[in-house]
Nanobody, 130 residues
Framework: QVRLVESGGDSVQTGGSLRLSCAAS????????RGWFRQAPGKERKGVAVVDADGNSDYAEYAKGRFSISRDNSDNTKNALYLNMTDLKPEDPGEYFC?????????????????????WGQGTQVTVSS
């Protein structure tokens, strides 16, 4: 079983930066693809960034050049996944969710496929004010 716990959500001003973290339990999680999704109120959940177990990443168009996803498998107690967000815009707010598949799938194949993920965190809230 895999458990995901996000942290780092906050309220920032337009143009600001945030770093989201996702700690994962479960000894096989390092072999899974992992991603970040976001959901605005009343909207569907959408992919932000994904990194597969081989270290390949993919991003939604709006995230390219501003957001960066990384994973740190060096600490087995955390199996951390990060999302560094810069130049935050008024359209970026929402609940940000960490997710993991149950196997390694190429990042480009599942950036827009929330149904490909089996495990989800509870979310962390990001607010951007002008």
């Amino acid at each position: 079983q895999v458990r995901l716990v996000e942290s780092g959500g906050d309220s920032v001003q337009t143009g600001g930066s945030l770093r989201l973290s996702c700690a994962a339990s479960g000894k096989l999680v390092n072999s899974y693809s992992r991603g970040w999704f976001r959901q605005a109120p009343g909207k569907e959940r959408k992919g932000v960034a994904v990194v597969d177990a081989d270290g390949n990443s993919d991003y939604a168009e709006y995230a390219k050049g501003r957001f960066s996803i990384s994973r740190d498998n060096s600490d087995n107690t955390k199996n951390a996944l990060y999302l560094n967000m810069t130049d935050l815009k008024p359209e970026d707010p929402g609940e940000y969710f960490c997710a993991a598949s149950s196997r390694n799938i190429a990042a480009w194949m599942i950036i827009h496929r929330p149904d490909a993920y089996v495990y989800w965190g509870q979310g962390t809230q990001v607010t951007v004010s002008s």
